[in-house]
């Protein structure tokens, strides 16, 4: 995890505008390096590092004395850096995975160098020889990018939105157009004689799987093909959490208990006990007291091994901690909100007890593999691959986002195989309806592929679905219900009767959300659009976003 800041053709005082980049230092603690591009006026490039991989060489903005013309700042991992380095012999300088970004860009152009790339990543290019800027995005947004542009030619760049407030003094906050970058798309400017920006063109160089591709064998048994795409469903998924063993700092991994980051846990172990790894893995868990999260990621620890860290969370301590959520946030989303607060918590835990830098995470899962328990209603198959390919598209700005944020508060990496280029790829391949749920369970596909494996205990493989923000909960009192509670002691009727005329976009229709609201404006006024809809669960009558809420949950 690794911060990313730029600013090209400005009017105003550069050398000002670089104290920005300090806004997004939790993001790289390791190190800092900032670069003003002498003979491009106002133009410089801002970089906070978390040392992952190379720590002598791996400094950014990077530069090759065999290209020195390309400068290159970057968020991220490329996964299959060294096939690239082989595939089209590429002279390597350095073992940073990021390198073949500028031999590939030099090589292709910024279309094809992006498409060659499995991983996840947000980057930006800047070429002095030809005068261009290209900025891109892996395909779910796991790693963000913010950005926004004058029609006088100034482009600003940066890991997350807060770098790019008070930038220019001539626009007010509610004139600034700053706004998240596409995933799957790179933008490619080209610069004037005085360093300012336009945009070229902006092409989407990768979209999640349309529509099913994997053909059924009419010479297979129904069965024995079955088999087949269960054995590729582990092989791929396999692979994905291997490729993300590259670090040379420690490896742990998020425990909830529950299928998805129990699953990530029982391949993690089997693969580092191949390579030898010399210390063991961590697992981390957090709830409440009694919660039915840390009774499962007990259980599941107790079979993998691990060396276990449980952290209890009190009511009081979530309260207090929402503020501060939602500034790292960058978001109001209620559901969100809820969930990112005990990953947030469980995060500065990892930071200040232990040395465990990058972690392991089972987000993806349930957009990919109809995990949540609304998909049970989807009226047909179709339904509920559209809505798959729907809350992927979207992931960006709400797991996605809590994942990278509540981590990237604390100075950790977080890396989530469920978003595999070619695992997700195949998945959303299948025929729709393999992927439904099955005999009342959600993701029947998903944990049939491990059901003889001995990965897991069958309790855990086939543990119902538990939203981390209710798993968290103690079994007598949700955490929503606590918020709830204290969020109608902050606001009363008459701030609520407003609400809709303040704010009209999203207006807030309970305390809660008017709450989340409130802090929100506090430190982002009038962006409220970085949020296009608040996450709830589909085809349903449920008023909360809250799996607890569900007539399937409760019975």
């Keep these: 995890m690794c911060g990313i800041w730029a600013v090209f053709g400005s009017d105003e005082n550069v050398s000002v505008q670089c104290n920005a980049v300090h806004k997004i230092v939790h993001r790289g603690p390791d190190a800092f390096r900032i670069e003003n591009i002498n003979h491009l006026q106002n133009c410089c490039l801002g970089f906070h590092r978390l040392s992952i991989v190379d720590d002598i060489r791996g400094m950014q903005p990077m530069r090759l004395y065999t290209h020195p013309y390309i400068w290159l700042i970057y968020n991220g991992e490329i996964y299959n850096h060294n096939s690239l380095r082989k595939e089209f012999e590429l002279k390597g300088s350095t073992e940073v995975d990021g390198e073949p970004i500028i031999h590939l860009y030099e090589k292709f152009g910024p279309e094809e160098m992006a498409k060659h790339l499995d991983g996840v990543f947000a980057f930006c290019i800047l070429d002095t020889a030809n005068r261009k800027v290209i900025l891109g995005r892996d395909t779910y947004g796991v790693r963000p990018l913010f950005r926004f542009q004058t029609e006088q030619g100034f482009l600003a760049v940066c890991s997350e939105a807060k770098g790019l407030f008070g930038l220019s003094h001539s626009l007010s906050d509610d004139e600034v157009h700053i706004e998240p970058f596409p995933p799957g798309h790179i933008e490619v400017y080209n610069l004037d004689k005085d ?116 952290v209890l969370m009190t009511p009081e301590e979530g309260l207090e901690a929402i503020d501060k959520v939602i500034y790292h946030l960058e978001s109001y989303d209620i559901t969100t909100v809820r969930a990112s607060v005990g990953m947030f918590l469980l995060s500065k835990y990892i930071k200040e007890k232990t040395d465990t830098t990058v972690i392991l995470s089972g987000e993806g899962s349930d957009e990919l593999a109809q995990g949540y328990i609304y998909f049970h209603r989807a009226p047909t198959p179709e339904d509920g691959h559209n809505e798959s390919l729907r809350l992927l598209k979207d992931l960006y700005m709400y797991d996605v986002l809590r994942g990278d944020r509540t981590t990237a508060a604390w100075g950790l990496e977080i890396r989530v195989p469920f978003l595999d280029h070619l695992f997700t790829h195949y998945y959303l391949s299948l025929d729709p309806e393999l992927k439904q749920p099955k005999n009342g369970i959600e993701k029947h596909l998903l944990r049939s592929a491990f059901a003889d494996e001995g990965l897991l205990p069958d309790e855990i493989l086939w543990r119902p679905k538990e939203a981390f923000s209710d798993g968290i909960s103690c079994m007598t009192r949700s955490w929503y219900e606590i918020i709830q509670d204290h969020c109608k002691e902050q606001i009363n009727e008459t701030d609520l009767a407003k609400a809709a005329s303040l704010y009209p976009h999203n207006p807030p229709k309970t305390e809660e959300a008017l709450y989340y609201r409130r802090i929100f404006e506090k430190y982002y006024p009038h962006k409220a659009t970085w949020i296009p809809y608040f996450w709830m669960p589909r085809w349903s009558q449920s008023s909360d976003p809250s799996a607890r809420t569900l007539k399937h949950y409760k019975q």
Excluded at 224 to 236: A, C, G, N, P, V
Excluded at 288 to 295: A, F, H, K, T, V
């Design 195 to 310: 360093g300012r920006a336009f945009l070229d063109k902006r092409v989407q160089f990768h979209e999640p799987c349309q529509q099913p591709l994997h053909k059924k064998n009419s010479d297979l048994p129904k069965s024995k093909e079955i088999e087949i795409i269960q054995s590729t469903i582990r092989q791929l998924f396999e692979s994905a959490v291997e490729k993300r063993l590259m670090s040379e700092r420690r490896i742990g991994c998020l425990l909830s208990g529950g299928l998805d980051s129990s699953l990530v846990a029982a391949l993690l172990v089997k693969l580092v006990k191949k390579k030898n790894v010399p210390y063991p893995i961590q697992t981390f868990a957090i709830g409440m007291e009694g919660s039915p999260d840390l009774l499962a990621a007990q259980k599941v620890a107790k079979f993998l091994g691990t060396e276990h860290h449980e």
